[in-house]
């Protein structure tokens, strides 16, 4: 019997990890959108509600922060790394403003 070749092996565990990764940033993705969304909508209530949206946009950066960590750690499974959208990225700190 011969040994598995690790070629194989190394690919099948990128594709896995690659996938799940896809799979989280289109969750965070997801959310997003629909944290802008409830964003712009309360933006003229009062600041309980914008304490809250507050405390979900870090809740956010801390996922993206994270995902970053993430693929970056298996960053050498692919040549075209999962990109996180430009928009998702960008700073969510826009329901600070009054």
Do not use: W
Request: with cysteine; aromatic share 4%; proline share 3%.
């Amino acid at each position: 019997m011969s040994a598995p070749d690790p070629t194989k092996r190394k690919s099948a565990l990128c594709q896995g990890v690659e996938s799940i990764l896809k799979a989280h940033l289109a969750l965070i993705d997801h959310d997003l959108v629909a944290f802008f969304d409830a964003c712009s909508a309360r933006l003229d209530r009062n600041a309980k509600e914008k304490d809250c949206l507050k405390g979900k946009a870090t809740a956010m950066e801390i996922i993206l922060q994270m995902q970053e960590t993430e693929l970056d750690r298996h960053k050498h499974c692919s040549g075209s790394r999962t990109h996180i959208p430009s928009y998702v990225a960008a700073d969510i700190s826009t329901c600070d403003e009054e």
